[in-house]
């Protein structure tokens, strides 16, 4: 290991973090013959005392990346699944707590839905269950030893009004040739992601589950009910909904594509396109991304949503 | 184009289609301020006299892939879209009459689903969606100017029992090392095709809306009502269950993936796995398909799904 | 078992197959220090004596898909991978004569090519390399105990001609506004399958190495040098020069979206557009399939490729 | 628009962004016969004078994203595309310099390189290409009226070692069964992202073409010259080398997913398995990030790497 760069030259470590990533644990929970289902894709990402293990390549502070799969599993049968939040909390607290060099544990979870199959009989709707399919439920938990940060969300819930909506009154360049739009359709694939005012222990937690639920429902109702004179407008409604009435909550972040339903033009074929027959474009689209905060509150959620 | 080379020569030309692929079509219809949707990807095959575009790049017969993609469009508005089923019915009908060329059309379908956001309010519920986003609905409509083929079907409808599933008495050879299994997870991602047996215009059409709604309720209930002592006895009681209760309905094909869920080994850590958590796995994966068919007709749709 | 239903009611059993499908395999071979990779995606289907476990649930018949999956990794040890072919040919000779029921094996492999890295000492270019990420290389292998039939191929081979492409003379009906275009560009994804005239044991097999790249060189080279009036014509070609060259080659079936590239429309902003710039879209697409084959050989590449 | 909260109540904007994303641009010029391509996906992200169309959904400082894609294929024409670093500068300095409203932009490029196909001519080689689907390039140039910031990179670069790779002396705690590995395969798909340190127009700009190829070859000939103690130290390596030999560069971030390759167990069927087969893994996998940046400079590089 003799010719290996040691610091003092010129290139240095910086931030750095890792861990097992997309651990699909499935956990049946059993109420006599009735079973009940979580279905997580979970990620450890951890931080600490690294620089010897990126220089030099000792790997006398790592904890295998192997271990952490192996305590996502062993912690879904030790604590079982209340909700996705409260498992990050369980595993964050216990890399930070249990691992002198580690400092700071974030732990990510997609959240698959599924539903009870509608049968002929009474016996099987018991264990039976097709998935939902809708949006991905998200949740992003990081500890430091001392706070606490939650960050919920969900992606790939695709929603459209096929009224409602205009577009006009917007500035013109030498580049714009768009007439405005009285009647349109409006259709997104919602990202959001919201981040809790819960912050440490003393404080009491959210009922999580409740919190996911009732905040996707304002939020898809926000978009139902809102007349739309642009998207962005459609945006801050939602978030304005959520911070209104979620008192848990103090800052919701979108990324909302605009999936453009172009009206076809049927005239050269002698027929008259009363916005009914749209084609539903691919690319390119336009992507409208913003924070709604509660007053007087810092935003955290970084501008740009990461997938997982 | 002196240097072409022509039939007479060694390669010769044999089966060919043409047409355009995946025309994302949406279709409104205003019923008062109550909006409906429809949501299709249509694809367009055409075959016929075809042989000197191939030799000598003569488009003479050649009706261009860009007016098979307006046809759609304009369909959809001349005659609304009822169904998949129909509206490829539509289509494949023009094609073949009204181009002394085309001899055959097959138009293939996805449909998206859609449902209404529930609202606080009453007015926007009628023109706001949020995509259902579970199977893809499918149709291929095939029509040679004298017969009908019309076989539906869904993919990517994701379902598991979690117990009354077992594995053993199965064959032992020197490769083979796994435990039988007596209470296991069974899930899979169904693709099914199934075929009508309407064939003609003298024959009354099915209910394609009410048939697909059906079919698709006996497939989820056979799978949840059968104690499995295989994925293809699972299969085969999912067929026979359309076949029986289904009487437009001639044949079904599945392809089913074994969606491999392995109860973890806890052990190493004093923990005790009594079925409680599992490790969804991606590849590699069982595949099981099979035909299913009404005793004494012919099966006809081909031994591999494809994806469109 | 007491309810399942029996041969002679209305629904019975037709085709069927299973077995494991995609084991990624990776195998390493050293030549002294210098290393060389086969890296393979192989899906077995196995078909025979399987009524039983569709109609009652008995495994008595069944080789469990976890011994397909072994025999794959112990037979990449035993025999190593000399090309995919006959891996391939190897592992489904296996199935069809050693168990009994099992009257029809096939073997489908995709391959994914690397390259050495190039460095700047001599040593690591041994063993370090880099994912070449053109295009995957396929081949099916299918044995009954009897005869053979290899099908190779190809897909996600990305090719354009930036001139030296026409497409015009074509019909138009009512439903037809596409302009003549003099100057286009042709571009399009490659699939391709192309089945070999080897049966049997009694035949000297093909090197199946060279045969790929000799093939695949061809089916460049003829997309280059045509001169296209059509996407059908420049595919003719492409098969004949095929089955012009390689004698081993008695059929090739092409899947080829037309992989539109439109000529920006930049006169509103002042700008002439001489074919520089060009949008490339998604969906739709024209969708171009065909089969060419040798002059008197029977066509049995079916018309729908599927992707694994 | 009565109805409509303002700022005063709860819920406030922060960081906000739009444009017009994915604009799938290629370019071709002409030298004489011989063509050359630029094939780009462009996505502009205009940030600026915004409140009101959140808040009250008035457009009045919205530039419509539809002229965003105009300036892309218009700007494609009137500058050509030396570079995507370039083409991005030329973008983000006009929306910044044209629009009042507009304070700030980021303009994202990936980059889908072509080579051209050898024929047995020399006509058509001049143009005939074919993709060559290895990494994409990737660059993004943000500008806020005064400082640049050029950030480059590339994604979905496959690399793997077959040895010299090892993995011990690590933590063990009691979720820990790993054993410790003397010989590995090393595999990975590098995601990177390179900082430049030009930041305004006084400066000379680096040759963004030849940074790339250069800084493409250190990583890769890092990867390979490097005997690994951990994936952690191979990262380092990897981006020492660039801060060592590319004084144009201040910081790399990488984030490198370890693709397992289990050595499979072969005892049961009586074989050894001395490092020749592996089952490539798909999840879960290690995920390694970091940062590598030269000695004094601020890190600005996001931990979390977006897929665009």
Redesign the interface.
């Known amino acids: ?1 003799t010719d ?2 040691r610091p003092g ?21 059993r109420n006599g013959a009735t ?1 009940h ?1 979580k ?1 997580l894709n979970v ?1 450890v ?1 951890l931080s600490g005392d ?1 620089d010897e ?15 952490t ?3 996502v ?2 912690f ?3 604590y079982g699944i209340e909700s996705a939040e409260q498992f990050g909390i369980h595993l964050a607290r216990h890399f930070v707590t ?2 002198e ?1 580690i400092h700071r544990a974030r732990v990510r979870v997609e959240e698959y839905a ?1 539903e009870r ?5 009474a016996r ?2 018991e ?9 991905t439920r998200l949740t992003q938990v990081t500890y430091d030893g001392d706070t606490w940060e939650v960050v919920s969300g969900l992606k ?9 909506s205009e ?12 007439p405005e739009a009285y009647d349109r ?1 409006l259709a997104t694939e919602v990202s959001a992601r919201w981040r809790f005012n819960w912050t440490g222990d003393a404080q009491e937690a959210p009922d999580w589950e409740t919190s996911y639920e009732e905040t996707r ?1 304002h939020l ?2 926000a ?3 809102t007349y ?3 998207l ?2 459609t ?3 939602m ?2 909904r959520i ?2 009435h979620r008192g848990e909550i103090d ?1 919701v ?1 979108f990324s909302l ?2 999936r453009h ?1 172009f009206l ?1 033009d ?1 005239e ?2 002698g ?1 008259e ?1 009363d ?21 007087g509150r810092e ?1 955290r959620i ?6 997982l």
Request: glycine share 6%; no cysteine.
């Open positions: 290991m290996i760069p030259r010129p290139a240095v470590l910086g931030q750095n973090q890792y861990g097992k990533a997309e651990n699909r644990v499935v956990r049946i929970t079973h289902i279905d990620s990402a690294m293990v990126h220089y030099s390549g000792s790997n006398a502070t790592v904890l295998p990346t192997d271990t799969k192996h305590t599993f062993a879904a049968k030790e249990s691992q060099p599924w199959i509608g049968t002929s009989g099987e709707a264990h039976s269950f097709v998935r939902k399919g809708q949006e790939d819930l695709v929603v459209m009004n096929s009224t409602d577009f006009r009154g917007y500035v013109k360049d030498e580049y714009t040739t768009l359709i429902r898809l109702q978009f139902a009910e739309s004179f642009s962005q407008q945006l801050y409604r978030g304005a911070i209104d800052e972040r594509p605009n339903h076809v049927l050269p074929f027929l396109n916005n009914e027959v749209y084609l539903a474009a691919d690319r390119p689209y336009g992507l409208i991304e913003a924070t709604v905060l509660r007053d935003a970084p501008a740009d949503l990461t997938n």
